[in-house]
């Protein structure tokens, strides 16, 4: 965790409803990428930032977005179109190219 | 993509014993390998590292092996405690990360 925060820690979807999942980190990494991590399976790839205004699509981006106006924060949108969004989210940072990822604590998020 | 996988999806073992999970991978331009260790319901702690040039790094309590010839990467734990329980995956990177779907290791007190 140390220096990533994620939150809420537990958040629950309406049928419809856009949500919004906050990452903030305060070690001035760069890059920055939000996962998803489902049972059973590794973690795939939502969404990256590289850098303050700029974010690339990853292998799972349909029914995401997210923003980057700012370096310490990283939101990620879960909308409506993702029909199948009950996971946990994990945010992590990066310092350097070919580094470590550092990761938050995660957000579960669940349908209602 | 990158197919990512680990031997065993368990692993049970004696406390004080020692572990060995491992994992395969699949692009051998890979250049940079991670462990990484997730209790339940929380974040993946970084456990240790190492890139391709290596074949072995040690940690604290934890070794890492690199066989590139077979594209296997192995983690060793020594003297396995309780805290140790936990799921383990293993990522490799070249451009991107692609992890493993992990291994979760049981230690019986």
């Known amino acids: 965790d140390g220096g990533i925060t994620q939150s809420p820690k537990y958040l629950f979807r309406k049928e419809g409803q856009n949500v919004t999942l906050s990452c903030e980190q305060n070690l001035n990494h760069d890059a920055m990428y939000w996962y998803r991590q489902d049972p059973g399976q590794g973690l795939r790839l939502i969404y990256y930032s590289q850098i303050v205004n700029d974010f690339q699509k990853g292998d799972i981006a349909e029914g995401y977005s997210v923003s980057r106006e700012k370096k310490e924060s990283f939101p990620l949108t879960v909308t409506s179109a993702q029909k199948n969004p009950t996971a946990f989210y994990l945010c992590?940072?990066?310092?350097?190219?070919?580094?470590?990822?550092?990761f938050g604590s995660g957000t579960q998020l669940s349908v209602l | 993509g990158e197919s990512v996988g680990l031997h065993l999806p368990t692993l049970s073992v004696q406390e004080g014993d020692n572990s060995i999970i491992n994992c395969a991978y699949s692009?051998?331009?890979?250049?940079?390998f991670i462990w990484y260790k997730q209790e339940s319901g929380k974040g993946p702690q970084f456990i240790i590292d190492i890139r391709s040039n290596m074949d072995k790094r040690q940690g604290q309590r934890v070794t890492v092996l690199l066989n590139k010839t077979v594209k296997h990467l192995s983690l060793q734990i020594a003297a396995t405690q309780p805290g140790d329980s936990a799921v383990y995956f293993c990522a490799e990177t070249y451009n991107q990360f692609y992890f493993g779907t992990g291994t979760s290791l049981t230690v019986i007190p």
């Open positions: 692009n051998s331009a890979s250049d940079y």
């Open positions: 992590a940072t990066r310092d350097r190219p070919n580094e470590k990822l550092f």
